[in-house]
């Protein structure tokens, strides 16, 4: 059974930074692309950033230069550094991971930027 776990979210103060990963601790399968999304209150969830297991990297507009996303094959981890936060940053913030088949989603974890 794949289990995406998410962990390094927290409180964090305007300008500050986080790092967040996740890992499928079973590694019975192998992603092809995974990544970050995250849904503020009342809001759709949308996508932050993502990784192809060959390295290739896409970010939304809005975190370009201030997030970046690396990623572990060989152990199915994916890390998410988020530099500069904003209020508007403040998050659930979920892994992905994607196979030829399915797609499989971590439980979450908050992100909250107090100003």
């Known amino acids: 059974q794949v289990q995406l776990v998410e962990s390094g979210g927290g409180l964090v103060q305007a300008g500050g930074s986080l790092r967040l990963s996740c890992a499928d601790s079973?590694?019975?399968?192998?992603?092809?692309?995974m990544g970050w999304y995250r849904q503020a209150p009342g809001k759709q969830r949308e996508l932050v950033a993502s990784i192809t297991s060959g390295g290739s990297a896409n970010y939304a507009d809005s975190v370009k230069g201030r997030y970046t996303i690396s990623g572990d094959n060989a152990k199915n981890t994916v890390y998410l550094q988020m530099n500069s936060l904003k209020p508007e940053d403040t998050a659930v913030y979920y892994c992905?991971?994607?196979?030829?088949?399915?797609?499989?989603w971590g439980q979450g974890t908050q992100v909250t930027e107090s100003s």
């Open positions: 079973v590694r019975f399968v192998s992603f092809k692309n």
């Open positions: 992905k991971g994607s196979t030829m088949y399915r797609d499989y």
